[in-house]
């Protein structure tokens, strides 16, 4: 049989292993990736000074429609009047406690009731209307239901993420739960297990990681959501990054909504990263992570038995058991 040639070869290989870089869904190095990404930037600030660069009459675009790069990044002007004067840090604190009360509050509440939403067809149908209105109303009409419910003070703000997040955990929920397969629920009804012992060690374990990535984009959103809720500021609170912009804006700040535009994004990414991270250290067989927070989280739910484990090996315990004087009753009298 003769031997296949180079050009046998090239016209039996699949399309995606002869286009390079325009293959379709092929992975590309990380090195490439951070090269583009950084690529991308460059191109933006390029753009960025070409429309505003020169003496102010000459540049495409005005300073009060778009500073310039060096006037957004001046240090004295700019960012020390944005750190210090306007107290950019205790800002961006305020609005992420907010965004964390509210959104733990959603998933605090919307986790379990997704849970018996996708355990038991007829609670979801129960459900369906507030899920389906929380879902589809416009996020910008919740502002005037939450000022008639909550008044405009740091109660608000934490409800209206609370109502702007906790359908969408319910819903997301109830989805990973009802993708779990089936024949994981046979296999446990046949080793004689109970209903709530397949809701809790079958059920939620499995659908764990999909509702944990769901809460990691949601989070993300609800930072996004907070500042619709941070355009009114009561009495002496922080007024939140919303606020800073909002008034940023009514000031004509221009640098300085800039720069509170390139803030957000860099913090949501940071948090969406360390909560990714958490999010493989917890599922190490879905994502790869070391799995260094599932020993931990297992030592702290099976903490005695692991610490009994440390001590005493498997067959000690099943040499005790089987020991005659572990069978025997003991007598509390003497023997005659």
């Not at 090195?31 to 505003?52: K, P, Q, R, S």
């Not at 778009?66 to 306007?86: G, M, N, Q, W, Y």
């Amino acid at each position: 049989m003769d031997e296949p040639t180079a050009a046998d070869s090239a016209a039996v290989a699949p399309p995606t292993a002869r286009v390079g870089l325009f293959a379709l869904r092929r992975e590309i190095p990380r090195w490439l990736a951070v090269l583009l990404g950084a690529l991308c930037i460059a191109v933006v600030f390029g753009i960025w000074h070409f429309l505003t660069r020169g003496e102010v009459e000459e540049r495409i675009l005005s300073p009060v429609v778009l500073p310039s790069v060096a006037e957004t990044f001046d240090k004295e002007k700019s960012i020390h009047r944005l750190f210090v004067e306007r107290d950019l840090r205790g800002n961006l604190l305020a609005s992420l406690r907010r965004v964390a009360t509210g959104f733990g509050l959603a998933a605090a509440i919307g986790v379990p009731l997704g849970v018996l939403c996708g355990c038991f067809p007829w609670f979801n149908a129960f459900l369906a209307p507030v899920t389906i209105f929380g879902r589809n109303i416009p996020i910008a009409a919740l502002i005037p239901l939450t000022f008639s419910f909550f008044g405009i003070g740091e109660f608000q703000k934490v409800m209206f993420i609370f109502i702007a997040c906790v359908a969408f955990v319910i819903s997301d929920t109830a989805r990973a739960i009802a993708d779990v397969d089936q024949r994981y629920i046979d296999t446990a009804y046949t080793l004689g297990a109970k209903r709530r012992q397949i809701i809790l060690k079958v059920l939620v374990p499995l659908a764990l990681p999909s509702i944990f990535n769901s809460l990691r984009l949601l989070f993300g959103l609800a930072f996004g959501y907070i500042m619709l809720a941070e355009l009114v500021k009561f009495g002496g609170e922080s007024g939140g990054l919303g606020e800073m912009i909002n008034t940023s804006q009514r000031l004509r700040l221009r640098t300085h909504v800039l720069l509170i535009l390139m803030i957000i994004p860099i913090v949501a990414l940071t948090i969406d990263r360390v909560l990714y991270w958490i999010q493989r250290s917890l599922f190490p067989h879905e994502y790869g992570g070391n799995g260094w927070l599932l020993k931990l989280t297992r030592v702290l739910l099976h903490g005695w038995e692991d610490f009994k484990g440390i001590f005493f090996s498997p067959a000690e315990y099943a040499h005790a058991a089987a020991s005659p004087e572990a069978a025997a009753p003991r007598s509390t009298e003497a023997a005659p």
